[in-house]
């Protein structure tokens, strides 16, 4: 693999190629992490890689790979889980003492961006479900790549990760990109009146893995 995108080996094969921009410590609610931002090579969104504890050669290293979503984890939204499993991942990663949280830029909305997934929000309040809205507005319903997220593991010499999320498919798109998925870690954040019907159509139509009591 091109670790620091050298444009003559880029060529070589398909694959994307990632420069990493910058690292500091970075000490956070959860305690001290360090932060490496990445970016692919002729691109200009900028990635996030969290990182706890020495993850190099490791196998089964704690990993969370999380798309951004301005309005759950940062703005406080109901409407999604975000934001909550965003917190409550830091917090085993902490509990741990050692994994990493890969904060995807560009996969707003499941791609979708920003302004189109508050328009589905709209949607969403006259009655259409999370997957219907997308369609209705003529979108995809998932466009989220995670090659840069293999990438940066790789970069980070990370051998193989046991993966915090709900979604199967997120394992499979990650090891379609070689990744070693080990294990399957639930981040289940409890259900509110604002995300119930969200979280529903999530495991009804989108594989996720839920159990609702
Ligand atoms: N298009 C659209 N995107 C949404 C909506 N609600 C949240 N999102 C986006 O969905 C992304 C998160 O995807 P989810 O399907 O909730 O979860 P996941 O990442 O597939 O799986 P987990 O690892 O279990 O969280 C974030 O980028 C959010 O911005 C919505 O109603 N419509
Ligand atoms: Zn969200």
Redesign the pocket.
Known sequence: MNINGDPKTAAAGSEKIIRLLASSLLPTRHGEFRIHVYQPVDETVEHVALVKGDVAGKDGVLVRVH???L??DVLGSM????GE?LDAAMAKIAEAGEGMILYLRG????G?GLAN?IR??QL?DQGQD?VE??LALGLPVDTRDYEVAARILSHLGVKSIRLM???PR?MNKLADYGVVVNERIP?ITPHTPHNIG?LRT?QQK?G?MFDFE
Do not use: F, M, P, W
């Open positions: 798309s951004e979503c309005t759950g409407r999604c889980d975000c499993q996969h707003e909305g499941r979708i997934k589905a929000y969403q999370t809205a997308n999320t709900n979604n997120k981040v969200y999530k989108l996720h």
